[in-house]
């Protein structure tokens, strides 16, 4: 199978699909617990597919996800990552 083809078998996917719809709604409502549940879902399915470079992508989302959950930004919407000052020294 070429490139090419792997591609539209992917996007015509429809759990793949709906997982990417899942998540890009969640990600829009800032519902970051629910996205880093759903990039593990995808991940799962895109591993089961055998499309590792998928699962690989949403290992990156999922990472950024759980950073996101872990240290939710102020009201500026900055991240804060360290002690009282940010991580700002």
């Known amino acids: 199978m070429d490139r090419e083809s792997s591609l539209v078998e992917v996007v015509a996917d429809p759990v ?23 990039a593990l879902s995808l991940w799962e399915h895109a591993v089961a597919v055998g499309d590792m470079e ?9 990472a950024i996800a759980l950073d996101a959950v872990a240290h939710p930004s102020g009201d500026d919407g900055v991240i804060r990552i ?3 000052d940010g991580g700002r020294a």
């Open 16 to 38: 793949t699909d709906r997982l990417i719809d899942a998540i890009n709604t969640v990600l829009a409502a800032g519902r970051w617990e629910e996205v880093v549940v759903l």
């Open 82 to 84: 360290g002690g009282a």
């Open 54 to 62: 998928l699962a690989a992508l949403v290992e990156d989302i999922r």
